[in-house]
């Protein structure tokens, strides 16, 4: 009996060793996988309020709106909500949306029912159900229930999930042009349920399967060693949301204790990184060219490397925009139009250009220009911007010695010296994303040895502290797209000490008297309530200038009316003659075909991601 108990003993302590080794390697993977980390605790960990406020510049909100494992108040909603994702707050089925919480958020721009009771049954009051309908398709009311007699709201939906073996194999380029068949024996399970196959099996055929899909089914289970095995063809971002990953090997090793230490290392770690900003309303409306931008790229390239390459004007002081689409669109704080050169304009509002000049930059210069809207339906505008240089980062500006190339597995990781850095005698020139020596080796880290708010790197887009990125959020400034993960991380120099950050509210009164501000002050806000207010009288003039409407003409203004929206004239053109039209591709290698819906059927799926779209003018689906 002593000896059965001494053995049982050993192999007591002997999992305890094993959970603890476990527990190391993978608080180790978790610290050089900081995106996947931050992206699993932000999306599945259940967070309390104090660790989200304590940790808030290193979570994704965009991903904890879709995180069902925390307190999900109106307090806390409200406290965060200019960072929160409402599209996700619809689909979290962890946010209680009762009758009184859909009464104060039902206004919000982002908010959409079919979103909201996707497989998710909401029950309504009829005196709520009158002030909402307008934003509720009828494809989604069902009817009265047995529930106190209220407004049933619901659409059911169902994932399907075809777990067939060949619904995972993938074949590459090559092997299709070579005609590659599959080995006999594979060939008879391609029909076979994957989670019942062997994982020796499809190990045996690994460059055929897509691993990342594998692992997201619910009934994969795998031991360590095997998961291991496949360092070669996974990385862990790419298991953000694979449950059976997160549980195996994250959650069920950290405990909370372990979570906020990882928590507070890329604290520390981040608190001098700076956040990528781009600009996703490229200019495709973009007209006429800029007046320092040359047709030739080469020239450029000569003009980058002088001491002082910016011009004293432009030689061009407008830049039009909606020219070709005739589409209405906002004056944003910001713009960036792509230019047929490799130089981009990026063009700045008088209240950001004020920001701006408070915060540490390079060298940079900000040139008057007259920004134009033009729209046919919305007629002309034009405001006083800046076209904003800024210079690209040069060799003095960096700690090239701390720059880092980086090989990433599962389990392995390796890194490089930075020999492959190509700079044109003072400006860095490139940051090439593959290592020209070693295949796999990405661009991972440049390190300044400056204290910049902004950087500007060509080839990139620019890059900015959290202390101005909070004053971007305070102010709202619009047209930001800010990523705040990236395969590449830009960090200022750490040793020098950052003063206090000190919130910049900008008052337009606060900026020195001048045309421009007097010329801004009175046109700031014309578009914008054009834009608000337009629609319904402006269908109204479309019909009124026609006599003899039909039964449908009056349908479709009515509804035009009824839901703030400006239908397109192609798609009305088809509801009244739908013979006469037959629906092409755009393009040879398209073969989608659509089934356009009848009026009633259209489904309202709000603005999400489509900012260069006036408010006014909903997003919406009109064919399948």
Partial sequence: MKHLLFS???????????????????????????????????????????????????????????????????????????DLS????????????DEERIKKYYQDESFEFRTLVKSNKIYLSEESFEKMKHKIGDHLLQHKSDKEGKVLVYFEWKRKVNKSLEKFVNLTYAQRQQQYTHPPEFQKLMQDDITTIDFEVLYEQRDLISWSSYLELEDVNLDWENFKLLDGYLKWILLTDCKYVIDQYVFSNLDNTDINSLLDIFKEKDSNRLYEVTNHILGEGYSTDVGFINEREDDFWKQNQLDDYFPAELANDQIEINVEYNTPEEFYDYHEFDAWTKVPVKVVSIKL?????????????????QLRMNSKDWGKDSRDYYVFICDTLILDHLEVDKAIYRKDGLVSHDTIPT??????????????????????????ELHLDHQFDLCNIRHADLWVSQRLLDCIKENGIKGFNIRQSSSMSVYNNSKESVADYIPIAVDLDTIPETVLKSNYNSIKDSIDKLIKNAPKDYVK?????????????????NFEIENDIVLPTFYKDILKNPE????????????????????????????????????AIKSIAIAG
């Fill in 353 to 369: 250009k004020y920001i701006l000049e408070n915060f540490s930059l390079p060298e940079h210069r900000f040139y008057p220009i």
């Fill in 419 to 444: 020999e492959g850095f190509r700079f044109n005698d003072r400006r860095l020139e490139i940051l090439p994303n593959e290592y020209p020596k070693y295949k796999g080796y990405k661009y991972s």
């Fill in 541 to 557: 003039m479309i019909y009124d200038n026609r006599n003899n409407l039909t039964e449908l003409d009056k349908k479709i203004m």
């Fill in 580 to 615: 006469a039209y037959e629906l092409r591709p755009k393009y040879k290698s398209d073969f989608q075909s659509f089934s356009l819906f009848k009026l009633e059927e259209i489904q309202f799926s709000g603005n999400d991601g489509w900012d260069a779209y006036p408010r």
């Fill in 86 to 97: 409402m599209h996700n707050l619809l689909g979290n089925r962890g946010v209680n949306w």
């Fill in 8 to 82: 049982l003993g050993l192999l007591f302590m002997g999992a305890l060793v094993s959970q603890a080794q476990t527990k190391e390697e993978i608080k180790k993977i978790m610290l050089q996988n900081e995106d996947f980390f931050l992206n699993v605790v932000a999306t599945h960990y259940p967070l309390s309020h104090q660790q989200i406020e304590t940790y808030r510049n290193q979570i994704d909100f965009v991903k904890l709106s879709k995180n069902p494992n925390i307190a999900w108040s109106d307090e806390f909603m409200e406290q965060y909500k200019a």
